[in-house]
């Protein structure tokens, strides 16, 4: 069993920061590629940032130079510092990760959603 925990967000001004956290525990060998996706009412569930295990980073165009997806893998836990936030980018924040367990499956796992929510 494996889980992903977030945590991190939060009501901010526009121009703040937050930082997101997702933890993922439980029957882990190893995890691939970790993401992050956001979603807001109405619209479908969008790739915000990727990075893979070796720290390979994409992001999606509307946060390119204002947010930073990293990792540590010693702690299976992948971040996000939104920097420079904009009202726009106010939606509930999903983590991902494609786990690796004991048994060398590789399986897609989801953490629960945070809200950040940017006012202007």
């Known amino acids: 069993h494996v889980q992903l925990v977030v945590s991190g967000g939060g009501l901010v001004q526009a121009g703040g920061s937050l930082r997101l956290s997702c933890a993922a525990s439980g029957s882990i060998f190893s995890i691939n590629a970790m993401c992050w996706y956001r979603q807001t009412p109405g619209k479908q569930r969008e790739l915000v940032a990727a990075?893979?295990?070796?720290?390979?980073?994409n992001y999606a165009d509307s946060v390119k130079g204002r947010f930073t997806i990293s990792r540590d893998n010693t702690k299976n836990t992948v971040y996000l510092q939104m920097n420079s936030l904009k009202p726009e980018d106010t939606a509930v924040y999903y983590c991902?990760?494609?786990?690796?367990?004991?048994?060398?499956?590789?399986?897609?796992?989801w953490g629960q959603g945070t809200q950040v929510t940017v006012s202007s």
């Open positions: 991902h990760g494609m786990v690796v367990t004991p048994d060398r499956r590789e399986l897609g796992y």
């Open positions: 990075i893979s295990s070796g720290g390979s980073t």
